[in-house]
């Protein structure tokens, strides 16, 4: 079942900006202090890869090294939500983008050490 919604993802063209958001479908999903929550993309024809996190504990940032002067994960704890600002957006960030829940907060480049994941949502950037 799915504990975990994305939302905000579109059309936009070269150089544009959105703003996805992530948060519980209900009241029965819990994010923990110890949790990292993350965000994937999934480019066509591509593996899934790493873009952003952020601890719930301490507020800790981690970006894909390429992101990380365009792109701003950020939490709101109080909403148990957390956004990804992207800007400048290029063509070759097109893709699904997928927000998931890392349990412990460790190797957070590991899809694997993430429990929960949501359905994606969909970034297309024009050329």
């Known amino acids: 079942q799915v504990q975990l919604v994305e939302s905000g993802g579109g059309v936009v063209q070269s150089g544009g900006s959105l703003t996805l958001s992530c948060a519980p479908s209900g009241p029965t999903f819990v994010i923990y202090s110890s949790n990292l929550m993350g965000w994937f993309r999934q480019a066509p024809g591509k593996e899934r890869e790493f873009v952003a996190g952020v601890t719930w504990r301490n507020n800790k940032k981690y970006y894909k090294d390429s992101l990380k002067d365009r792109f701003t994960i950020y939490r709101v704890a109080a909403e148990n939500a957390v956004y990804l600002q992207m800007k400048s957006l290029k063509h070759e960030d097109t893709g699904v983008y997928y927000c998931?829940?890392?349990?412990?907060?460790?190797?957070?480049?590991?899809?694997?050490?993430?429990?929960?994941w949501g359905q994606g949502t969909q970034v297309t950037v024009g050329s």
């Open positions: 998931a829940r890392n349990w412990d907060g460790t190797a957070y480049t590991d899809e694997a050490k993430y429990d929960q």
